[in-house]
Antibody
């Protein structure tokens, strides 16, 4: 069964850093683009970042550009999101998903809380 | 990267049909046939219901259908069932591997 599992969330102070991971299984991870999407408490879904299959192309929402960095390790079937200079408004559940004919196979997400 | 516009809420009785609209611009919805729709129940992860405007993943009932006209995409749910009550989000490709979501629509089954 195709699965993605996000991890790495937690409580961090404003200005701090955190690295999220997304472990993928049961599909050829290296063949697909991947995305991060976030959802603030009680709010809607917001696209954060996309990376292509080999990691050579990376794109970001304006709200995180220059602060967040997406990467992947195809040998480990893992997607990452390095989050720096975190702000209160970055507080959200972060989901990863496979980009192929829509955003498929979402994990359960990992909660990031930015607060002092 | 402005959010796509969806109605905040829609409702219908069991057995009826409802349509949720999703309005963007020529830079997103109108420019590409890459609109997708997601269903999200409270506390759960989103689930893909429609891809590429009208494609339906295996396992999604054919009561769910999608369409697009100009800068507006639509999700229609026919034969409403109680389990369809959820939040629904549209999403469009917006060029250069960027994406934009709608604000979400709460569907209530009366």
């Amino acid at each position: 069964e195709v699965q993605v599992v996000e991890s790495g969330g937690g409580l961090v102070q404003p200005g701090g850093s955190l690295r999220l991971s997304c472990a993928a299984s049961e599909f050829t991870f290296s063949s697909y683009g991947m995305v991060w999407v976030r959802q603030a408490p009680g709010k809607g879904l917001v696209w954060v970042s996309h990376i292509n299959s080999d990691g050579s192309s990376k794109n970001y929402a304006d709200s995180v550009k220059g602060r967040f960095a997406i990467s992947r390790d195809n040998a480990k079937n893992t997607l990452y999101l390095q989050m720096n200079s975190l702000r209160a408004e970055d507080t959200a559940v972060y989901y990863c998903a496979k980009n192929k004919e829509g955003l498929r196979f979402w994990g359960q997400g990992t909660l990031v809380t930015v607060s002092s | 990267q402005s959010a796509l516009t969806q109605p905040r809420s829609v409702s219908g009785s069991p057995g009826q049909s409802v349509t949720i609209s999703c309005t963007g611009t020529s830079s997103d919805v109108g420019g590409y046939n890459y609109v997708s729709w997601y269903q999200q129940h409270p506390g759960k992860a989103p689930k893909l219901m429609i891809y590429d405007v009208s494609g339906r993943p295996s396992g999604v009932p054919d009561r769910f259908s999608g369409s697009k006209s100009g800068n507006t995409a639509s999700l229609t749910i026919s034969g409403l069932q109680a389990e369809d009550e959820a939040d629904y989000y549209c999403c469009s490709f917006a060029g250069s591997y960027t994406f934009v979501f709608g604000g979400g629509t709460k569907l209530t089954v009366l």
